[in-house]
């Protein structure tokens, strides 16, 4: 098996410069993550909040840590001193508690809504018309402390290249659409370790890579 030092530099060779990498390290250790750190990485993203701040607390301040898993609004306030970017928002309640928690931490947060491209009946997000109406309403825009950067999307499971492409460019002509409108809108996070190269090429410009790096993940519970 490869260093994690050697799959960071194969995939930085592989993405282009303007593409924001945000290493997966769920479930990882933190003898994991300083191997990447040292290797110049500063995005990590996390699915579980009480992981993620347990890291927080043992890794160097100056990493930019993104919450990339569904998020239950009683548990944002443990990661409000810090979090940057949270990935999968899906509703107007939890736009208003990771504000209002932004608030009490005096910072802004970072937020892309979760749209619901796959097919599989599991995934959480928002259909576009639900997205649309949340950017356009005045109760979000009157959010001071947060911003929505983007939007966020996972693609179905699947081996069906072609299927993965129609999911991307569902999104990828919904993100186009809507940043003519709203100009705080400039990231678009789609494509994992198995389809990051597709999702390039449908205007991704945050990719979420995690096995690729770390190798494969131990579900032990
Ligand atoms: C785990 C996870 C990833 C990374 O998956 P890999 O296939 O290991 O690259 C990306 N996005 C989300 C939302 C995840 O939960």
């Given at each position: 098996m490869n260093s994690i030092k050697e799959n960071l530099k194969h995939i930085r060779k592989t993405i282009p410069e303007e593409v924001t990498l945000v290493a997966?390290?769920?479930?990882?250790?933190i003898s994991d993550i300083l191997e990447a750190y040292q290797s110049g990485q500063r995005i990590f993203g996390e699915n579980k909040i009480q992981e993620m701040t347990n890291k927080w607390e043992e890794m160097p301040k100056d990493i930019s840590w993104h919450m990339i898993g569904h998020v239950q609004t009683n548990k944002v306030k443990f990661m409000a001193p810090y979090v940057?970017?949270?990935?999968?928002v899906d509703s107007f309640k939890l736009l208003k508690e990771i504000n209002k928690q932004a608030v009490k931490n005096d910072r802004t947060i970072n937020c892309l809504l979760q749209i619901?491209?796959?097919?599989?009946?599991s995934k959480f997000g928002l259909d576009i018309s639900e997205a649309e109406s949340l950017l356009n309403s005045q109760e979000v825009k009157s959010?001071?402390?947060?911003?929505?950067t983007g939007l966020m999307g996972m693609a179905t499971f699947t081996d069906n290249k072609e299927q993965i492409k129609n999911e991307f460019n569902s999104i990828q002509s919904f993100f186009e659409k809507l940043k003519t409108d709203h100009s705080t809108l400039k990231t678009l996070s789609i494509g994992m370790s198995g389809d990051y190269q597709l999702a390039i090429e449908h205007g991704s410009t945050m990719v979420r890579i995690g096995s690729s790096i770390f190798g494969a993940r131990n579900y032990s519970h």
């Open positions: 997966v390290s769920k479930t990882k250790p940057d970017t949270i990935h999968a619901k491209i796959a097919q599989e009946e959010l001071a402390n947060i911003t929505i």
